[in-house]
């Protein structure tokens, strides 16, 4: 079965650092996501990009945060100065249509981002 | 306002014991859809069921059972015969189908199952 993959699976960095979380989509997949859960709470919406530009984004997806398509299949997430409270896991996810029914959309296992 | 509430923070289960788990969900949205999943230990989400707004029949998938109650707003997940497995945390998400969506789901804050022997 079709996976999207995420890496690193675990990265720690310096609060200040600039991070990449990468993503690898499902191939004939046109939509795709990045979502956040700090440990042990709700998941929480970042961006959704379609198109080669952003479609949506939350009032958390503010201006140190990016994401860019830079070839045909990875999906990469940019923190530009992380703070402690970064501190998350990351999920990226990808579907081919907006209004997907059932198991449409495929997480990836997630990058734990840690700042110390 | 909360769009997708779950009221239960956690929850215990007898083994082979079915449970519910509560969830609703708050929409102007005349289509839109529902979706549990269940998050391990490990921490990848792993999707278990969908419901669509029009659906008729309530959604079944093996031991998960949804039970939609549209003029409630309510979208419980049931699990039947509860296994060690089980044990997780689960999310409730809901997809709004209005001209500008962008297909991104809302989760709520997640049930922890804990199934005893």
């Known amino acids: 079965e079709p996976e999207v993959t995420q890496t690193p699976s675990h990265q720690v960095t310096q609060m200040g650092q600039e991070v990449i979380l990468r993503c690898v989509p499902i191939s004939n997949h046109l939509y795709f996501y990045w979502y956040r859960q700090i440990l042990g709470q709700k998941v929480e919406f970042l961006v959704s990009f379609y198109n080669n530009e952003i479609s949506e984004k939350s009032e958390i997806f503010d201006d140190q945060f990016s994401v860019e398509r830079p070839d045909g299949s990875n999906f990469t997430l940019k923190i530009r100065s992380t703070k402690l409270e970064d501190s998350a896991m990351y999920f990226c996810?990808?579907?081919?249509?907006?209004?997907?029914?059932?198991?449409?959309?495929?997480f990836g296992s997630g990058t734990r981002l840690t700042v110390v | 306002a909360q769009k997708i509430t779950q009221t239960q923070p956690g929850m215990f289960v007898q083994e082979k014991e079915a449970v519910t788990l509560d969830c609703t969900y708050d929409t102007s949205d005349q289509s839109y859809g529902l979706f549990w999943y269940k998050q391990p230990s490990s921490g990848e989400m792993i999707f278990l069921i969908y419901?669509?707004?029009?659906?008729?029949q309530n959604a079944t998938e093996g031991r998960y059972s949804l039970n939609f109650q549209k003029a409630r707003k309510s979208a419980n997940l049931v699990i039947s015969a509860s296994q060690l497995g089980d044990s997780a945390m689960y999310f409730c998400?809901?997809?709004?189908?209005?001209?500008?969506?962008?297909?991104?789901?809302?989760f709520g804050q997640g049930t922890t199952l804990q199934v005893k022997p």
């Open positions: 998400a809901m997809r709004e189908d209005h001209s500008s969506n962008t297909g991104k789901l809302i």
């Open positions: 996810a990808s579907s081919d249509s907006p209004q997907q029914r059932g198991n449409g959309y495929t």
């Open positions: 419901q669509g707004s029009y659906d008729e």
